[in-house]
């Protein structure tokens, strides 16, 4: 029961953060599990079960918000699933010793940009008349399918940073959009695992069953957020953390020393303080524009997002 309250908070955190930016469940999840000591291919195939149940949830409360452009769903997700069997059985062909290493960089990566984009990168909306087509989608799906699966989460950090910097979709569309077709990912993903795994690789259930219930439970409540929340200060805080995180892991995996490892902790939190620091400055900065140019909270449509 303590195991199932634990990761059900885990994946409700997860959720709202991913529900919130588009992006971070399968890194902030992956990166829970792997820090409590779970291999890291069995760590990958929870969260993507989990997230069955999560994405279905995020998708059907983004839909009734009218967050979502179905065609871009429609051709972002099956090329999404291909990546991520492949993904899949990438991740269960590597050494227990390699997988935690690449899964731990992998994410440490990931944690770092979403931090550097939310915390220091210039937010805004470069909306053109275009929607995007599936020569940009298809590949996109592809790739962002693959990372997701074989590090551990990456399907929003890919193919939603990639929507939102092609301009060609509302910022509340591409979070919705990607969110609901991670549902198909996520689905692909779970089937290439189970598998792929042996039978040595046995999955807690008690914990998918913990983070999709967390999950499903902060999937509507995510969904408002994205409308109101600023994503700078929660995006900065998530990636932080991650970063955080995953370099203690790294750390660990390579036998650094205490003096080095207290050196490189100390800095990654110094530069977490500085980025937190900037996106509650850069917010109040936003505001105060929207506030000249006319612009008021109480329209969703017309806020900064990521």
Do not use: C
């Amino acid at each position: 029961m303590q195991t199932l309250l634990l990761f059900g908070l885990a994946g409700f955190l997860a959720q709202l953060v991913d529900g919130s930016l588009g992006m971070a469940f399968g890194v902030t999840a992956t990166t829970t599990l792997v820090a409590a000591g779970t291999v890291p291919a069995v760590a990958s195939a929870a969260v993507h079960l989990a997230e069955v149940g999560t994405s279905l949830a995020s998708g059907i409360s983004h839909w009734k918000f009218r967050n979502i452009d179905w065609r871009t769903v429609g051709i972002l997700a099956l090329p999404g699933a291909l990546g991520a069997v492949l993904g899949a059985y990438v991740l269960t062909s590597l050494s227990t010793e390699s997988a935690s290493v690449w899964i731990t960089t992998i994410l440490l990566v990931l944690g770092l940009y979403v931090l550097i984009r939310f915390a220091f990168l210039k937010l805004g909306k470069l909306i053109t008349t275009k929607r995007p087509g599936a020569r940009m989608l298809a590949p996109l799906g592809l790739v962002a399918g693959f990372v997701d699966a074989s590090g551990g989460g990456g399907w929003g950090p890919v193919a939603t940073t990639t929507l939102l910097s092609s301009g060609r979709l509302e910022p509340r569309k591409v979070v919705g959009s990607v969110d609901t077709s991670e549902f198909i990912v996520a689905l692909a993903a779970s089937v290439g695992f189970l598998f792929a795994l042996s039978d040595e690789h046995d999955l807690n259930y008690t914990v998918v069953a913990g983070l999709m219930i967390g999950g499903i439970i902060a999937a509507p409540f995510a969904a408002w957020l994205v409308r109101r929340l600023p994503p700078r200060i929660l995006g900065a805080a998530a990636g932080g953390l991650i970063v955080f995180t995953n370099a203690r892991t790294l750390l660990k995996e390579f036998e650094a020393g205490d003096t080095l490892t207290t050196v490189v902790l100390t800095a990654i939190g110094v530069l977490w303080a500085v980025g937190l620091a900037a996106a509650i400055r850069s917010v109040r900065e936003e505001k105060r524009v929207n506030e000249i140019a006319g612009e008021t909270d109480a329209d969703p449509e017309r806020q900064p997002a990521p």
